[in-house]
């Protein structure tokens, strides 16, 4: 059983306690649920509830943790490791970077509790095929999608087979049919005994999968049931038969230096003024795809036309005015050092200046909610808000195409409503809105027609609700 | 300067038959240039001489002081081509793996493949924010003031970044026992055939050799 009692921390050379009175027991065989608001203290008490905090990374802790009746403080990680698991939110900085395959890194962990090999081998096995990644075995962890690294990051902790788990936000960047494995996965481990404690958004992973949720506010536990989340709902989707072109693909192929194949004869049109989600599995071509529009990729068969040109020999800078796109990684997006002047990057190279760039600036911030942090380092934002800020930074170019790669990822309820409500505004403006995108609640209220990806290939296109959501 | 020479004439056959001679001589280049153009200016301008090259403002240009800029830059790139050989030819995973069979502790271990992947690390980092502003309008393509541009916002973030992912990922690999204590069952060993375990001897052999011929004043005094 895993007790937090009274439990009050704040990170090392902050005044502000994140986790101010802490009462929560997460029992063996039981899955609770931790959701709340971001900034509400749901990571940290994640890696309070494992040790992590303070002791990897310091800080102060008041209260007492128990693991199985046992006080964490003054426990070294390692001798955590075999009883308490984290997956943490951030899958990619998760990895080893000394794995040169799927197995090594999954490996990891089971070596370093000495196990023996075969022990090890048989481990690794088992939780590659529970997960369904047993195809990535000989793959390289460093060039997976997204959702793979996430379900590799996870499979390296269940490996591990501790008695407590602790998961922050574990199916973010996962498909429907990695999500239905890990939740397989996760309901056996309890099934067995293993505690389990989740902090997640995700309403219906939620209600799916935990006995109990609780919520968090203001670094306090408080009670929550699923259905009291307010429901993400935007106005009717916007319908476009008749606009002028804005991209074609017509047999479109991309191969990846090292041979991975990602595109195989795409054909696609979409016409200004849509708002089109593109599905399909973790590595089935998504960001691949949308990358090419404004030439970050280059075809190595077919042909990619942006607003009636083809992108072949014209640089990135000139695709970027017709074609903004957000990444899936934040992080990797971001660089300036205010909020202020990371909108006004983009903004400012495709050519406004003066007045209009500050009140495309402004008009950015305001959109996701971040016009009071104008002069916030972008570093100093929780993972949520540097997602938005980066959707912002993209809304103040004004570009005739907006692209943007899982734009609800990690975003609490009011977040994902107010994304909602760009897509709609930009629609609305004639613009064309495609969003990369597992999230079927986002896809449903907010976008207009689906198409789904499956290696590489196009396997379905209509309108939403025409066909399910993978 | 013969030091160099003959350090050189090891460290340049071993890049050509790595196949890694132009990737590492750029890797090199680029981080020894900051280094280098300062120790070319000071030691120029900076070092007493009595052959005067040419005088700017109040300093005089020596030919001593460019005879020395010289030694110092070479043995710099001498030392940058080494490492960028170890880099190039050695993968983090053999490193900590054989460190290990080595009896060097685990955490010792990581934080030498640590080191020697900083570089790609920090280079994949800032490809990425590189990507993110082409994405946003900056032109980095073309001429090389464009690409000159887009090098100094990429230095702050890709640095912060790497960091900020090496705290990340120090948390993860604890969480999975990464300095436990006792002997880990190792998967596999990286190959070590008997030309290999060859050349290592003559290496240490001639490092020996190097010195004692330095010591007995058949070579230059070592630096």
């Known amino acids: 059983m895993l007790e937090l009692r009274g439990v009050r921390y704040r990170y090392p050379g902050f005044e502000r306690r994140v986790l101010d009175g802490v009462d929560l027991t997460v029992g063996d065989g039981e899955i609770v649920g931790l959701t709340g608001s971001n900034g509400a203290g749901k990571s940290t008490l994640c890696l309070v509830a494992a040790g992590v905090a303070p002791g990897s990374i310091g800080g102060e802790l008041e209260g007492n943790v128990l693991l199985d009746g046992r006080p964490l403080r003054g426990r070294r990680p390692w001798e955590l490791a075999s009883s308490i698991g984290l997956v943490l939110s951030n899958p990619e900085a998760q990895r080893t970077r000394i794995a040169a395959t799927v197995f090594e890194e999954v490996a990891f962990g089971p070596m370093n509790l000495g196990l023996p090999v075969a022990e090890t081998v048989d481990r690794v096995r088992r939780v590659l095929e529970a997960l369904g990644i047993d195809r990535l075995v000989e793959r390289d962890p460093g060039r997976l999608s997204g959702g793979e690294t996430q379900l590799v990051a996870i499979a390296s902790i269940l490996a591990m087979r501790p008695r407590h788990l602790v998961l922050d936000e574990p199916v973010a960047e996962l498909d429907p049919e990695g999500r239905r494995l890990v939740i397989d996965a996760l309901r056996r481990l309890a099934a067995d005994g293993t505690g389990l404690l989740i902090a997640e958004h995700d309403r219906d992973l939620l209600s799916e999968l935990c006995t109990r949720v609780v919520a968090i506010e203001a670094g306090r536990i408080v009670p929550a049931t699923i259905d009291a989340f307010p429901q993400a709902q935007s106005g009717p989707i916007r319908t476009v ?230 | 300067m013969v030091t160099a020479l003959v350090l050189g004439a090891l460290v340049v056959p071993g890049l050509m038959l790595a196949g890694v001679a132009a990737r590492a001589l ?149 969480a999975r026992a990464f300095d436990g204590p006792g002997k880990r069952n190792l998967l596999w060993t990286p190959q070590d055939s008997e030309r290999q375990r060859l050349g290592r001897w003559l290496l240490v052999a001639g490092v020996v050799g190097f010195v004692a011929l330095a010591a007995l004043g058949v070579l230059p005094p070592l630096p």
């Not at chain 1, 054909?267 to 990358?291: C, M, Q």
């Not at chain 1, 305001?366 to 993972?383: E, H, I, K, W």
């Not at chain 2, 080191?115 to 490809?127: G, N, S, V």
């Not at chain 2, 990429?154 to 912060?160: H, M, R, T, W």
């Open chain 1, 241 to 470: 038969q008749d606009g002028s072109i804005a991209i074609r693909c017509s047999g479109l192929g991309f191969t990846y230096p090292d041979g991975t194949p990602a595109l195989d004869g795409v054909d696609l049109t979409i016409r200004a003024g849509e708002t089109v989600a593109i599905t399909g599995r973790n590595g089935s071509g998504k960001t691949s795809l949308v990358r090419h529009w404004n030439g970050l990729l280059r075809p190595t068969a077919g042909e990619v036309e942006v607003v009636g040109r083809s992108t072949s020999g014209r640089r990135v800078a000139a695709l970027a005015r017709s074609v903004g796109l957000t990444f899936q990684d934040p992080n990797d997006q971001l660089f300036a050092r205010t909020c202020r002047d990371e909108v006004a990057f983009g903004a400012r190279n495709v050519g406004f200046r003066g007045r209009d760039l500050d009140a495309a600036v402004a008009e950015g911030l305001d959109a996701v909610g971040l016009a009071d942090q104008a002069g916030t380092s972008p570093f100093d934002l929780g993972p949520s808000r540097r997602r938005l800020l980066a959707i912002a930074s993209v809304l103040a170019m004004r570009t005739p195409i907006v692209v943007l790669d899982e734009p609800t990822m990690g975003l609490d309820v009011r977040e994902h409503l107010r994304v909602g409500q760009i897509v709609e505004r930009v629609a609305g403006e004639g613009r064309t809105v495609v969003a990369v995108s597992h999230d079927a609640g986002f896809v449903s209220t907010s976008l207009a027609r689906v198409i789904r990806l499956e290696a590489g290939r196009i396997v379905a296109d209509g309108p939403t609700g025409s066909f399910a959501v993978p």
């Open chain 2, 26 to 174: 750029r890797g090199a280049l680029l981080v020894i240039l900051p280094i280098g153009i300062s120790v070319a200016v000071v030691s120029i301008f900076g070092r007493a001489g009595s052959h005067v090259l040419f005088t700017l403002g109040p300093f005089d240009a020596t030919l001593e002081g460019l005879d020395f800029a010289l030694r110092i830059d070479f043995r710099l790139l001498v030392l940058a081509l080494a490492l960028a050989l170890f880099a190039a030819t050695t993968s983090p995973r053999s490193l900590v793996v054989d460190l290990e069979r080595r009896g060097v502790s685990r955490r010792l271990a990581f934080a030498a493949a640590a080191t020697l992947d900083a570089i790609p690390a920090m280079a994949e980092r800032a490809a990425a924010i590189q990507a993110a502003q082409r994405a946003r309008g900056l032109d980095t393509e073309g001429s090389v003031g464009a690409r000159l541009r887009g090098v100094v916002p990429l230095v702050g973030p890709a640095v912060l970044g790497t960091l900020h992912d090496v705290e990340t990922r120090s948390l993860a690999l604890e």
